[in-house]
């Protein structure tokens, strides 16, 4: 180890290849949640995903009932179900954005910082911005004196800076 490193770098290498970068191990469960966070738009099979994370069928079996029961995974009513990855769970978003923050902590890269952008860009923007702009539109200030020489002044305030612009207007 060096530079303070929590790991050597034979062990960082060594956990590329484990999902999550080894955060929750190298369980069926783990890589199952791995390929279809990789590949979130396709319908997956259970023989598709023995192939994919080299389980046996009943692991893969228990890894799709655990994934369905919390509702990442939606299960096609056939005698031969096909899996398809609930998109609109928190949980995908969740394990979207940590799959990312892994391959910018081994990468250096800002995959992360750029999905979350465009998930505020896609997802929360509308949400939260009208407010922004709603408490702040419309407002105009304004006040008339008598200037003396028989001509109002009306002056119309900036609401940003406070300052008062005069328009002038003959009586």
Request: contains cysteine; aromatic residues 8%; glycine residues 6%.
């Amino acid at each position: 180890m060096r530079g303070g490193a929590l790991i050597s770098e034979a062990d960082a290498e060594e956990l590329t290849d484990v999902p999550y970068g080894g955060l929750f191990g190298d369980t069926v469960l783990a890589r199952v949640v791995e390929e279809i966070i990789a590949d979130p738009h396709s319908s997956y099979r259970p023989k598709d995903l023995e192939e994919l994370a080299g389980a046996s069928a009943p692991s893969i079996r228990d890894a799709l009932a655990t994934l369905t029961r919390l509702d990442l995974l939606k299960a096609s009513k056939d005698k031969h179900p096909v899996y398809i990855v609930n998109i609109k769970s928190k949980k995908f978003v969740a394990l979207t954005l940590l799959a990312y923050a892994s391959l910018d902590d081994r990468e250096q890269c800002d995959c992360m910082d750029t999905a979350i952008r465009d998930y505020y860009d896609r997802v929360l923007r509308s949400r939260y911005e009208p407010y922004a702009v709603a408490t702040f539109s419309d407002y105009n200030f304004t006040r008339t004196h008598s200037t003396g020489a028989g001509i109002k002044a009306t002056s119309a305030g900036d609401p940003i800076t406070g300052r008062m612009h005069a328009q002038s207007a003959g009586v």
